[in-house]
């Protein structure tokens, strides 16, 4: 079952002689309670990808569907209720709000669509992130690493269909990165999410279903249950 399509989705910057082709045709489906790593060198439309799939920006040519629902079918409303209830999103500059502290922040899409948490997730999210007592603090008192912890768990503790994670362990040292990666493992394994996360690193590649290689703008490669010999 596919929990979103890309259909031959185009994404243009600028215009003239600085016309920036970021997404060039890209079509993809993404399997529900799938892991997929997306991998390419700088530039070749990761970010861009990854937030016309979320309904953060709007392609130029092509399509999305999130579960049943084309982007393009949908008003601001539904916009807005979609990237609410059914898209978690971590952000590679994390967009946490600066006057809310880590727990505040993490409880925050839920707090909006005026829902409590299930109390044995939330446990387990905020457990495995390891903020410990950090959780009272405001995102200035954290470490850019705490900072990407708070960011993960706010994706995941309101468990949407799909997670968008851009580079979700880059500021991680490799121990507390692996601790993130198994949680993003345990929500597609046990809980049936389906993941889809920007990496530049073959370890973390290694942590999931299929990886997808993005170079200027297109598709070139695909690969299913990566070990890390297969991603480097
Ligand atoms: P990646 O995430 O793989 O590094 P991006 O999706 O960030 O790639 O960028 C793809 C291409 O689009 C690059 O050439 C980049 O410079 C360009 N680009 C991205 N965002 C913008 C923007 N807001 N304005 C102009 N060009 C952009
Ligand atoms: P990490 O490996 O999680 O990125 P760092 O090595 O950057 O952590 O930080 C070490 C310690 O210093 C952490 O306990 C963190 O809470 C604290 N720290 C880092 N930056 C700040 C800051 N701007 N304000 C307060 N405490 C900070």
Same mark, same amino acid.
């Given at each position: 079952v596919a929990a979103a399509r890309v259909e031959d989705l185009t994404k243009t910057y +600028? $215009? +003239?002689? =600085?016309?920036?082709? =970021?997404?060039?045709g890209v079509t993809l489906d993404l399997y529900a309670g799938e892991f997929t790593a997306v991998m390419g060198p700088s530039g070749s439309g990761k970010s861009t990808l990854m937030h016309c799939c979320a309904a953060l920006d709007s392609a130029t040519s092509g399509s999305v569907l999130i579960g049943e629902q084309r !982007?393009?079918? !949908?008003g601001d409303k539904a916009l807005t209720r979609l990237r609410r209830d059914e898209i978690g999103f971590v952000f590679q500059s994390f %967009?946490?709000?600066?006057?809310?502290t880590a727990a505040e922040n993490i409880l925050l899409p839920l707090s909006i669509a005026g829902r409590k948490p299930e109390p044995g997730w939330y446990d387990e999210v905020v457990a495995t992130v390891g903020l410990g007592d950090r959780l009272k603090h405001k995102p200035n008192e954290l470490s850019g690493g705490q900072q990407q912890r708070v960011a993960v768990a706010r994706a995941l503790v309101s468990r949407p269909r799909i997670v968008f994670a851009? $580079?979700?362990?880059? %500021?991680?040292?490799s121990r507390s990165g692996a601790e993130v990666l198994e949680l993003l493992r345990s929500s597609v394994r046990d809980h049936g999410q389906t993941v889809v996360m920007v990496t530049h690193d073959p370890v973390a590649a290694a942590y999931t279903d299929r990886v997808v290689f993005l170079a200027d703008g297109r598709v070139v490669n695909e690969l299913r249950d990566p070990d890390r010999e297969h991603v480097i």
């Open positions: +600028g $215009e +003239g002689d =600085a016309l920036v082709r =970021a997404l060039d !982007l393009d079918d !949908l %967009n946490l709000i600066p006057t809310l851009d $580079e979700p362990t880059g %500021n991680l040292d």
